[in-house]
């Protein structure tokens, strides 16, 4: 069997009233980049939220390793999370730094690298994602496709182990969604870590995934490789994936 890095284990989480995971379990593979899909609002982003530890289930756990994150203290929790890093859908760099110094953040605000180390460190991070010589531009010389690759450098600076990108294709056009999907393979393979990417964009998500886990009503009710997926009998999966308007899925 596959090595699991992270673990939902049963999860049911509420917001107020509103049940929005039920009984949901997923295992996320080391190693691997598993994509999560499913439709607006069924609770993706809140999975990311629960994998990063910034939201605790109201029951079941969640497993980072072999940790229940969920019941453990805080300082531990931290030290957990220093291993974890999420892209946001939104993450934007703060226009007056330079992109290096955006990019150094992370370094500057939790290790005792010194100046020399972290350059050399953001440098690295700034190649791995295609930006070479942009460490001393400005964020508003860069296009938007360039901003969200050092939004991923910024994400991975640390060597996190395991990286959550929510969205990071929504709203790109198809050529600079292919430059992000092929950047988050590369980061994927040089990290030797684990990837989870909520995506919307199918063709993205069957050039990069490893796992294909669909979300709906609260629940993983289909779990697989690219393949499997699209070859998967459960109707809900197939009319999610021909974005077809007739079949179960209520709209
Ligand atoms: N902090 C919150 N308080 C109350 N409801 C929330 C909160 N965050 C998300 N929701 C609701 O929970 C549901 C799932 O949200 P989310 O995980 O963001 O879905 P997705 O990422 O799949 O679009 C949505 O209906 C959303 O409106
Ligand atoms: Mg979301």
Request: aromatic share 6%.
């Amino acid at each position: 069997m596959a090595d699991v890095y992270a673990r939902l284990d049963d999860v049911t989480l509420m917001y107020g009233d509103r049940v929005i995971l039920k009984n949901c379990s997923l295992d996320v593979v080391k190693g691997a980049i598993t994509c999560i899909i499913g439709l607006s609002g069924a609770g993706k982003s809140t999975i990311v939220r629960l994998l990063d530890g910034l939201r605790k289930p109201d029951f079941g756990h969640v497993y980072i390793g072999t940790a229940d994150i969920c019941h453990m203290p805080e300082a531990h929790l931290n030290d957990v999370r220093r291993h974890i890093s999420l892209s946001f859908q939104f993450a934007a760099l703060l226009d007056s730094l330079t992109v290096g110094d955006n990019v150094a953040l992370p370094l500057r605000e939790r290790t005792q690298m010194t100046d020399a180390e972290i350059r050399k460190t953001v440098e690295d991070a700034l190649d791995s994602v295609g930006l070479a010589h942009t460490y001393d531009s400005m964020p508003s010389e860069l296009s938007g496709g360039m901003l969200k690759r050092a939004g991923f450098a910024r994400a991975i600076v640390t060597k996190p182990d395991l990286v959550l990108y929510d969205e990071p294709t929504t709203g790109l056009d198809p050529i600079v969604t292919h430059l992000i999907t092929d950047t988050i393979v590369r980061l994927r393979q040089k990290l030797d870590g684990t990837a989870v990417v909520i995506s919307h964009d199918l063709q993205s998500i069957y050039m990069m995934a490893d796992y294909v886990a669909m979300l709906f009503e609260g629940a993983i009710i289909a779990y697989g490789t690219v393949d499997e997926i699209r070859k998967s009998s459960n109707p809900i999966v197939q009319q999610f994936i021909q974005g077809s308007e007739v079949g179960p899925i209520p709209i």
